[in-house]
T-cell receptor, first 115, second 113 residues
Framework: EAQVTQNPRYLITVTGKKLTVTCSQN?????MSWYRQDPGLGLRQIYY???????DKGDVPEGYKVSRKEKRNFPLILESPSPNQTSLYFC??????????????FGPGTRLTVL | QQPVQSPQAVILREGEDAVINCSSS?????VHWYRQKHGEAPVFLMI?????EQKGHEKISASFNEKKQQSSLYLTASQLSYSGTYFC??????????????FGPGTRLSVLP
């Protein structure tokens, strides 16, 4: 089944404790992206990747890191989480490098709480 | 810059119609529409491209006015299953290269029996 998977689905952590949220897709998509969703603010892009080893900042990259060493995986790293990073996170992927013309497939989401 | 959506929320009875609007201050190469049900991930509805091409959901219609940088989503004869939050989105092409995707704030649609 074609899908985007994220792990973990739920995470409660404490300020400053490094964490990684994994994202994997099995559709051979080149474009991958991370979004955070907060009430009243909609979906905001954190980082995106147009291909292996090619990543770029979205609208809210501060406090996050990403890497794209393999085509199928795009982990999101919070080196020193803070309470303002409490949010619902979605990973998405899209065919081709140019998302302008292609739909995005979303993972199920990861609900992160930072205490 | 985030697209603007209107209305923020709308309540319908089954069978009624609704229009959701999306506009941008920047030139648009395409407009994407997604629907998100409570507690779920966004799901693709359609893409409208410059030149009139459309890709997506057969039962949903939309328009794209490139000159006005606006798009509208038309939901006709609404069903209970249409309830959810609708997002438009577009690509903010920076320096003629980037693919930063920006969503609008969303329109919450509630369809009542």
């Amino acid at each position: 089944e074609a899908q985007v998977t994220q792990n973990p689905r739920y995470l409660i952590t404490v300020t400053g404790k490094k964490l990684t949220v994994t994202c994997s897709q099995n559709m051979n998509h080149e474009y991958m992206s991370w979004y955070r969703q907060d009430p009243g603010l909609g979906l905001r892009q954190i980082y995106y990747s147009m291909n292996v080893e090619v990543t770029d900042k979205g609208d809210v990259p501060e406090g996050y890191k990403v890497s794209r060493k393999e085509k199928r995986n795009f982990p999101l790293i919070l080196e020193s989480p803070s309470p303002n990073q409490t949010s619902l996170y979605f990973c998405a992927s899209s065919y081709g490098r140019v998302v302008t013309y292609n739909e995005q497939f979303f993972g199920p989401g990861t609900r992160l709480t930072v205490l | 810059q985030q697209p603007v959506q209107s209305p923020q929320a709308v309540i319908l009875r089954e069978g009624e119609d609704a229009v959701i609007n999306c506009s941008s201050s920047k030139a648009l190469y395409s407009v994407h529409w997604y629907r998100q049900k409570h507690g779920e991930a966004p799901v693709f509805l359609m893409i409208l491209l410059k030149g009139g091409e459309q890709k997506g959901h057969e039962k949903i219609s939309a328009s794209f006015n490139e000159k006005k940088q606006q798009s509208s989503l038309y939901l006709t004869a609404s069903q209970l299953s249409y309830s959810g939050t609708y997002f438009c989105g577009t690509v903010d092409i920076r320096d003629n290269y980037g693919q930063n995707f920006v969503f609008g704030p969303g329109t919450r649609l509630s369809v009542l029996p």
